[in-house]
């Protein structure tokens, strides 16, 4: 009866927090697919493997920020279109620069040693799992703090 009870408090306490997690996550698999979706077509087609991840990115991150404004946070007080956007594109080039950097060391660095690193096969993964990873990291921390965030009253007690 105590761990229920814990686990229900638990939830309570981090509910709102739970749910965006949740909806970032659905809009975040949407992006994902139209990103490597792109990103594969790209590669297919012979273009430069850098070029063709930030294309793919651009496409991507555009869905993700209507996803994300419309439904993840919603429910949160708005700034302009045009402020939120332009913040959400510049943490979406810091988040492109964490999957370029990902992928330029492998693709660039290690692929000069070991030419396996340099195949479309290992560009997908180091671009979209592993570099993505830390990226979404990142990105739902900026979006949740500075893109979508709740303004807090100056006369509000922060401490709770």
Known sequence: MGETNIVRRLYIRFQGLIHELGK???VGAVA?????????????LGMETLFAKAIATA??????????RFWTWRHRPRSSLTKE???????NI?????????LGITHYGLGNVWPVF??????LVFAQIIGNG?????????YRRFVFATRVPAHADVTR
Do not use: C, K
């Open 24 to 26: 970032f996550g659905v």
């Open 32 to 44: 994902y697919l139209v990103d490597t979706s792109v990103y594969a077509l790209l590669l297919a």
């Open 59 to 68: 496409i991507a991150a555009t869905l993700a920020f209507i996803g994300n």
């Open 85 to 91: 956007y332009l913040l959400y594109f510049g943490f």
């Open 94 to 102: 810091a988040g492109l620069g964490i999957q370029l950097a990902t």
């Open 118 to 123: 340099q195949t479309p096969l290992a560009d």
């Open 134 to 142: 830390v990226a979404t990291v990142f990105r739902f921390w900026a």
